[in-house]
């Protein structure tokens, strides 16, 4: 798999149900998560199936795109609700694979699925538009600092 891709935004949050918010720069610990978010906290909610392999999640500008273009649906990066927006990084074909985020060492877990939260959230009916397209879960296997413009590849 030979590809290089960026990180184009990250966000967070401390607790569910509040708007995410843009940060230049995560702190990822190592098996546990983002510092500060809603999940590495205590203060999110998963559906009914919490798991070691969403310490944190990625989803794909060109989603965001092709939601404007194809369906006239404006969504901000920070409202997808996952914490790095990224560039150029076939997400889908992550699952089960190692890749780095500057010095961070992670591996996808598995796909993200959309969740009827997000059409709560943002008052957009695009659940059934994200199918197939709502990002990955990830391991974090080597934390540190992620940045926004921060290189992706695979390990």
Not at 73 to 91: A, D, K, Q, S, Y
Not at 104 to 125: D, F, K
Request: charged fraction near 25%.
């Amino acid at each position: 798999m030979n590809w290089s891709g960026n990180v184009e935004g990250l966000h967070s949050v401390p607790r569910s149900f509040l708007p995410m918010y843009n940060a230049d720069t995560l702190n990822l610990i190592e098996g546990v998560g983002i510092e500060g978010d809603r999940y590495s906290t205590g203060n999110g909610f998963y559906s009914d199936r919490p798991e070691e392999g969403r310490q944190v999640t990625l989803f794909e500008a060109e989603t965001l795109e092709a939601l404007l273009r194809d369906h006239k649906i404006t969504l901000r990066p920070e409202e997808h609700r996952r914490n790095m927006t990224t560039r150029g990084v076939p997400l889908n074909h992550l699952v089960g694979r190692k890749f780095r985020i500057g010095q961070v060492l992670l591996e996808g877990t598995r796909l993200s699925t959309p969740c009827r939260h997000i059409e709560q959230i943002t008052g957009q009916e695009i659940f059934d538009l994200l199918i197939n397209r709502s990002g990955l879960h990830a391991r974090i296997l080597v934390g540190g600092r992620v940045f926004l413009g921060n290189k992706i590849e695979p390990e």
